[in-house]
């Protein structure tokens, strides 16, 4: 499968005050924003029914101002799945994934996993709800089994060295350590008491299950 291009996220160029019905001054967007404001409207309505005109009117702009911004609501999909994946694969990167045990490197990254989801939620929430009906979708959906593999390498080194045990599919045990992870999006509210102490509680519950030996 051919990858899109990965071009870079819209620049932020200046910021410009959207009005709203009475005419009072509202808050100063630029693309920064903006693009927040269409990955919640992509997440609530739909990517393929969100419009321009939705994203102008929810950003309390003209469609006009919103096209000094950007070129249109691909320009701004592409910036959200980027910015999600970039987080995903950066934990691929840290040192801690890198080095150490097959088991260790894994239990980092899904730890750093929900860190990233979290921290976020909007952007990998869009990511997980794409259906591949666009090249830019297609090429963040190729990303996503990318990582998989990752995981799954891991796996099977994690089983080879006697650390997992043997008999452990690693494609079935990476998509169910993904699955597992990604499940979030649906209950997770940021900022709640003890939602600092997630990423350490999935990993144990992932590592040792959650019902104990007989």
């Not at 291009?5 to 005419?23: D, T, W």
Request: proline share 6%; with cysteine; hydrophobic share 40%.
């Amino acid at each position: 499968m051919t990858a899109a291009p990965a071009e870079p996220p819209p620049q932020s160029p200046r910021a410009r005050r959207g009005r709203g019905a009475a005419g009072a001054r509202r808050v100063a967007y630029d693309a920064r924003s903006l693009l927040a404001v269409a990955v919640q409207e992509f997440n609530a309505r739909g990517y393929d029914a969100t419009s321009m005109e939705d994203l102008s009117r929810a950003a309390g702009i003209t469609k006009s101002s919103f096209y000094h911004h950007v070129s249109g609501k691909e320009e701004l999909l592409r910036a959200a799945l980027e910015r999600a994946l970039d987080g995903l694969f950066g934990i691929l990167d840290e040192p801690a994934s890198q080095r150490g045990s097959a088991l260790g490197r894994l239990q980092h990254i899904i730890g750093r996993q929900v860190e990233v989801l979290t921290t976020e939620l909007p952007y990998v929430t869009l990511l997980l709800r794409v259906r591949g009906n666009t090249d830019i979708e297609r090429w963040a959906l190729a990303r996503r089994r990318a990582f998989d593999a990752t995981l799954a390498s891991l796996v099977a080194e994690a089983v080879e060295d006697g650390e997992v045990r043997a008999g452990v599919e690693p494609w079935l045990a990476a998509r169910l350590l993904s699955g597992t992870v990604n499940s979030i999006i649906e209950w997770c509210r940021p900022g709640r008491p003890g939602s600092e102490r997630l990423p350490a509680q999935v990993v144990r519950m992932v590592s040792e299950g959650i019902v104990p030996p007989a």
